[in-house]
């Protein structure tokens, strides 16, 4: 059989259907990929979730408290009574005595010296010449530390270590002002700050960069959270990368790869993002009336009744007359009491609600709302309800 061969307009043709047809195909996989991905979507919606640098710490990388006694000097006669404040008159002729000056039996009279504490909190990784800020507060009777500036002062750790010395004029938000009859005061006059008040002169030794393994420290404990922690540690840094210890910790160790560069693997960790499970619970604030319940309280079927007790009292006193151009009367004012009481037993509110087992928080707080009861009558209704034992979570009362 004899072939004709083809033309260029022939071989055009056949390639421009060929492109056509291969992108019908490719619009529809892309189509129905999207489509796929859609359906996913909204059969799996994405649960909230927390990254491990907002739910847990670095064991060793903390804050260390500190604290010093010192004196305030330069008060406009508010500082400490001498004879009411004995310390504060011995630190004064200590002070005095160093510098060079004996006081010792003479009798001091200032009021412009005042006996304070000071305290400020060391960061982790504070190197000597770094600047911390510190408060300050009186232990005497002085009445304000406006004007005042803080003396030389060492602050202490807990193991009695000098780690930095606070120095500086005292920064007071309050105020008081007072004439002869009014006083008005406004804050706390005899509490104060200093910005950058105090140089570190010790470190705290920590070697961050030689750790085989790092441990996490949750900030609320719980088996499930420490386990998906460590299970999603595990999914990015390889199997038994970690492990959860107890529902506080977590250990991780540092792949022989990253041992040099421990603070970027620990940025790495703390970018992971978990999903923290929590007790059910229910918190309860008596005094102002707060109330604060989990998503996982849970009730078992119980009925309930609410009723309010409400005594009125009403008093319509009457004046009585005597008759015109009587003798011997007097006008007298007689009581007249009317008391009645409501126990919310008749009526449209009184009636007994019925809650069904496994009901969600939304619908507890729904049928509780539905009684029209307020806070405080809610918590005793939460409380009575855990006496029966259907409610299902721990209530922690503040």
Not at 300 to 316: C, F, P
């Amino acid at each position: 059989m004899k072939t004709e061969p083809m033309t260029d307009t022939a071989i055009r043709s056949g390639l421009r259907s060929g492109l056509r047809a291969g992108l019908r195909r490719t619009i529809a996989i892309l189509g129905l990929a999207a489509l796929a991905l859609g359906l996913a979507g909204h059969a799996a919606p994405a649960q909230a979730q927390s990254r491990i640098k907002d739910i847990a710490d670095v064991e060793g990388v903390r804050d260390n408290m500190l604290v010093g006694y010192g004196l305030v000097v330069g008060l406009n006669r508010t500082g400490d009574t001498i004879n009411n404040s004995p310390f504060t008159e011995q630190s004064l002729i200590g002070m005095l005595e160093r510098l060079g000056v004996n006081v010792r039996g003479d009798t001091l009279r200032t009021r412009n010296v005042a006996a304070v504490m000071v305290t400020a909190t060391l960061p982790p990784f504070a190197t000597q010449g770094t600047r911390i800020d510190v408060s300050v507060g009186t232990l005497g009777d002085a009445q304000s530390l406006q004007g005042g500036t803080l003396l030389v002062t060492p602050l202490l750790g807990a193991d009695g270590e000098v780690y930095a010395v606070a120095q500086g004029a005292v920064a007071v938000a309050g105020f008081t002002a007072q004439g002869a009859a009014e006083s008005v005061t406004r804050g706390v006059p005899t509490a104060g700050r200093i910005a950058g008040g105090a140089i570190v002169e010790r470190e705290i030794d920590f070697s961050l960069a030689d750790l085989p393994f790092v441990r996490l420290a949750l900030k609320n404990p719980d088996f499930t959270t420490a386990q998906r922690m460590s299970e999603v540690i595990n999914q990015t840094f390889g199997p038994r990368s970690s492990r959860a210890s107890d529902p506080a910790t977590v250990i991780i160790d540092v792949p022989a790869q990253r041992r040099g560069d421990v603070v970027a693997f620990i940025r790495d960790v703390e970018q992971l993002r978990v999903t923290p499970d929590q007790a059910a619970r229910v918190v309860i604030d008596e005094a102002s009336g707060t109330i604060v319940m989990g998503e996982n309280v849970r009730i078992s079927t119980v009925a309930i009744a609410q009723g309010n007790l409400t005594v009125r009292i009403t008093e319509t006193p009457q004046v009585s007359q005597p008759q015109p151009f009587s003798e011997g009367g007097q006008t007298v004012v007689v009581p007249r009491t009317d008391v009645q009481v409501d126990d919310g037993s008749t009526g449209p509110g009184s009636k007994l609600a019925v809650m069904p087992a496994g009901v969600s928080l939304q619908e507890l707080v729904r049928n509780l709302n539905a009684l029209g009861v307020g806070p405080r009558d809610m918590i005793s209704i939460l409380q009575a309800i855990k006496a029966a034992g259907a409610l299902q979570a721990e209530i922690e009362v503040m």
